[in-house]
């Protein structure tokens, strides 16, 4: 029998938590933000079959694709508990494109660990199978980071903890706003949007990162959505990062002045995130995005909320 997960986007960092905080997403109109990996048994060797609207951005080899050595790892991880295993063909409908601010490669490693541990008869709990997803990720960009495995993974918005048996905590999000996710088409990688970073920052950024941090965690809570859109903000990355998202700083402005509640970069981007509390809104920011932010054919602009279930079996 084949096994299918689906696995969400997510918006890496949220602006106020760099490195620390991600929401997962799913579009009002139904349609799956994410990438599928679909699992069943077979002869000989592991296999890997390849996808799905994105499936030219990826490499060549299935052997390069990161959900290859998910396999790997699963497995030898397997073989240390002295369980014994078959072969698997692993098929990845790569959805999402690659390098998009989206959580691309966090979508295909949590389907992939999901659908392997779902498998092999759940031999992995899910502190477990979030620690190799955080493993995984960081051989991608070059840098452990959970805020879009976590995420994809446990849906909501994940705050990382810095305790290896929990690793992430639910925080609770706005379940009536909207995210328009306007992906421009272009890509950036995560590894070189982290080089453009500075290695140290000055005790006016690091106290302003603080305050909005907490501040935001702190609206969550209270559920007070002003407060929390009014410390949206991210003095960390953005402001080096803007510069390689052509059309941002003008969109931003835009989309402020059509009433949005906050802005900024999903992830290392090219992504852009806007929130708003009114549907018709939305609408008018996503018309917006289309006309104005879009870079080439591949873009899109989807109208999203928190995706609360993250990584799941479909059909
Ligand atoms: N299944 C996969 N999905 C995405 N990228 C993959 C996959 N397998 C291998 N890769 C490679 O991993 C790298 C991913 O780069 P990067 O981390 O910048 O992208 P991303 O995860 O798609 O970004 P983002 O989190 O911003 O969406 C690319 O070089 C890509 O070829
Ligand atoms: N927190 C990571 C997310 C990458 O998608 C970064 O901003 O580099």
């Known amino acids: 029998m084949t096994i299918k997960v689906f696995a969400p986007a997510s918006i890496g960092n949220v602006s106020v938590g760099f490195d620390l905080l991600g929401m997962a997403v799913q579009p009002v109109n139904g349609e799956l933000l994410g990438d599928v990996v679909a699992i069943e048994g077979c002869d000989g060797s592991n296999q890997l079959a390849m996808e799905g609207p994105f499936v030219d951005k990826l490499p060549n080899d299935p052997k390069d694709n990161i959900v290859f050595t998910c396999i790997e790892i ?54 477990q199978l979030l620690a190799m997803m955080g493993q995984m990720e960081a051989q991608i960009s070059g840098s452990l980071h959970y805020d879009n495995v976590a995420p994809c993974f446990l849906g909501g918005l994940q705050l990382m903890v810095n305790d290896k048996q929990i690793i992430s905590r639910e925080i609770p999000s706005f379940s009536q706003c909207y995210f328009v996710m306007a992906y421009s088409g272009i890509n950036v990688s995560t590894k070189a949007a982290r080089e453009v970073l500075p290695e140290q920052y000055d005790k006016a950024t690091a106290i302003a990162f603080g305050q909005n941090l907490a501040t935001f965690i702190d609206a969550c809570y209270r559920q007070d959505l002003p407060q929390a859109m009014s410390h949206l903000k991210d003095v960390l990355a953005e402001p080096y990062r803007s510069g390689l998202l052509p059309g941002f ?22 992504t852009m995130f806007v929130v708003t509390d009114d549907k018709e809104n939305a609408e008018q920011i996503q018309t917006f995005l289309q006309e104005n932010y879009l870079q080439s054919p591949a873009g899109f602009v989807y109208i999203c909320q928190t995706d609360v279930h993250g990584a799941r079996l479909v059909c």
Not at 87 to 107: I, N
Not at 252 to 269: K, M
């Open 74 to 127: 699963f497995q030898q991880a397997l073989s240390e508990k002295g369980q014994e295993f078959d072969w698997v063909k692993l098929t990845l409908e790569k959805r999402m494109p690659v390098g998009s601010g989206l959580g691309s490669s966090a979508c295909s490693i949590v389907a992939a660990l999901v659908a392997l541990n779902q498998y092999y008869q759940k031999p992995f709990s899910e502190a």
């Open 249 to 270: 700083d003008v969109c931003r402005q835009g989309v402020a002045e059509l009433g949005a509640l906050a802005s900024g970069i999903s992830g290392s981007g090219p």
